[in-house]
C-alpha cells in the first residue's frame, strides 16, 4: 500500500465521521493537497475526480457551486465525448445556473464546427438565467463577433463566449468560496477517490 492509499483511507474514514455542513469542502482540501504532491499523476487524479463526482451526483445543493463546477470542468478534460459530457451534466441539473459551463460546453462546439449548437448552447444559457450572467452574455458576443471576422453564412449568427472556461470558474471559484473516460456516467458508474487535510491531517502524511 503506497502513501496515496494509506492517506485516501484516512480520509475516507474522516468523511465518515463528518459531521460538518460542507463536504465539498473537505474534498477541495483534500484534492488541492494531492494535486500539490502527485502534479504528474493523471490517472490519480482522474480517478478523485470521478469519485467526487459521485459523490455529490445527488446533492442538490452543490449542483450550482462553482468548486463543484470546476472539477465538472477539470474531469471533462479526460472525456473523450464532450458534448455528450455536458449533455449527461445538464441532464442532471448540474452546472444549468452556472455560465463557466455554457461557456466550455460552447467552446467545445465552436472548435468541432458545430456553430449553430454552440450558438444553441449560450442561447439555453442566458434563458437559464446562469450566473455571472454579464460573463455569459460577453462570451456569446465575442462568439457573435468571431463568426462575423471569418465571413461565416449568416444563418450560422444567432443574436449574442469562449474564453478559458475552467479559468473563469476557477477565478469565481476563489472568489466565492474558500486516459479517456466515458461521458454516459450514472452514479453508480462513477468510481472515484478525492481530497481534504486540515493542518493536523497534513502532520499526520508527513508521517508517511
Known amino acids: ?10 480520509f475516507e474514514a474522516h468523511m465518515q465521521s463528518y ?12 484534492l488541492q493537497w494531492v494535486e500539490e504532491n502527485f502534479p504528474d499523476n ?12 459521485k459523490e455529490f451526483l445527488d446533492k442538490k445543493k452543490y449542483h450550482n457551486d462553482p468548486r463543484f463546477i470546476n472539477y465538472c470542468l477539470k474531469f471533462a478534460e ?6 455528450q459530457f455536458f449533455e449527461f451534466l445538464y ?25 449553430q449548437h ?13 450566473e455571472p450572467r454579464e460573463l455569459l452574455q460577453q462570451q456569446y458576443r465575442l462568439f457573435q463577433t468571431r463568426l462575423t471576422e ?14 478559458n472556461a475552467q479559468i473563469l470558474n476557477q477565478a469565481i471559484t476563489s472568489k466565492s468560496s474558500p486516459g479517456k473516460n466515458s461521458a454516459h456516467l ?9 481530497v481534504w487535510i486540515t493542518p493536523t491531517w497534513r502532520l499526520l502524511i508527513k508521517n508517511y
Open 118 to 130: 454552440a450558438s444553441a448552447v449560450f442561447r439555453r444559457g442566458i434563458q437559464n438565467q446562469a
Open 19 to 30: 459531521k460538518g455542513s460542507d463536504p465539498l469542502g473537505e474534498w477541495e482540501s483534500y
Open 186 to 194: 450514472s452514479k453508480n458508474q462513477v468510481t472515484v477517490a478525492f
Open 150 to 163: 471569418n465571413h461565416l453564412p449568416a444563418q450560422a449568427r444567432i443574436s449574442e463566449p469562449l474564453h
Open 1 to 10: 500500500m503506497d502513501n496515496r492509499e494509506n492517506v485516501f483511507q484516512m
Open 78 to 83: 479526460y472525456n473523450s465525448d464532450l458534448h
Open 42 to 53: 493523471k490517472e490519480y487524479l482522474i480517478t478523485l475526480l470521478e469519485h467526487l463526482m
Open 91 to 115: 441532464n442532471q441539473g448540474i452546472g444549468t445556473q452556472s455560465s463557466p459551463l455554457y461557456i466550455s460546453w460552447a467552446g467545445h462546439l465552436e472548435a468541432q464546427g458545430e456553430l
